[in-house]
């Protein structure tokens, strides 16, 4: 339940000819307060409400709870939602032991784009594909999170 990531820009759109996975996404957060955000996602035909904890300091680590819900509940869990909603495309790309989560921003987040790597450790070292950008992990900016309160299109 401990999730440990980093977060990348990404400098090209060369990381979708090596997708072997994509999926539209639509999100809102029932709560974003930074020591507990509560989102709820569908994702194609799945929906999923998520509880997660505030980052540590180097922003690498959090407690994480994903629970799979009935998508019509989820559509109306969304009706409750704060303002702002997430509308993005994930692609996933495999390199060598790990897959990054590449996220395409649409609509008030539009020209964004980051990936996310899930680790094991703060510690362990991986692959960096020649589309990855310039770290962001930590950077509450790009939260998607905050995204919703202070979407990329007014940076």
């Given at each position: 339940?401990?999730?440990?990531?980093?977060?990348?820009?990404?400098?090209?759109?060369?990381?979708?000819?090596?997708?072997?996975?994509?999926?539209?996404?639509?999100?809102?957060?029932?709560?974003?307060?930074?020591?507990?955000?509560?989102?709820?996602?569908?994702?194609?035909?799945?929906?999923?409400?998520?509880?997660?904890?505030?980052?540590?300091?180097?922003?690498?680590?959090?407690?994480?709870?994903?629970?799979?819900?009935?998508?019509?509940e989820?559509?109306?869990?969304?009706?409750?939602?704060?303002?702002?909603?997430?509308?993005?495309?994930?692609?996933?790309?495999?390199?060598e032991?790990?897959?990054?989560?590449?996220?395409?921003?649409?609509?008030?987040?539009?020209g964004?784009?980051?990936?996310?790597?899930?680790?094991?450790?703060?510690?362990?070292?991986?692959?960096?594909?020649?589309?990855?950008?310039?770290?962001?992990?930590?950077?509450?900016?790009?939260y998607?999170?905050?995204?919703?309160?202070?979407?990329?299109?007014?940076?």
């Amino acid at each position: 339940m401990v999730e440990i990531e980093r977060k990348f820009l990404v400098n090209s759109e060369d990381f979708k000819k090596a997708a072997y996975s994509k999926s539209r996404i639509q999100q809102g957060f029932l709560n974003t307060n930074p020591e507990r955000t509560v989102r709820i996602r569908i994702r194609d035909e799945e929906a999923y409400i998520t509880v997660k904890g505030k980052n540590n300091e180097a922003g690498l680590t959090r407690f994480e709870w994903e629970k799979q819900i009935d998508k019509n509940e989820a559509e109306e869990l969304l009706k409750l939602c704060e303002p702002g909603m997430i509308d993005k495309t994930r692609f996933l790309v495999k390199c060598e032991a790990h897959t990054f989560e590449v996220d395409e921003f649409y609509g008030e987040n539009e020209g964004l784009t980051v990936a996310e790597v899930e680790l094991s450790s703060e510690a362990e070292t991986f692959e960096k594909p020649n589309w990855l950008g310039n770290e962001v992990t930590g950077d509450a900016r790009y939260y998607n999170s905050q995204l919703t309160k202070n979407p990329y299109k007014n940076w």
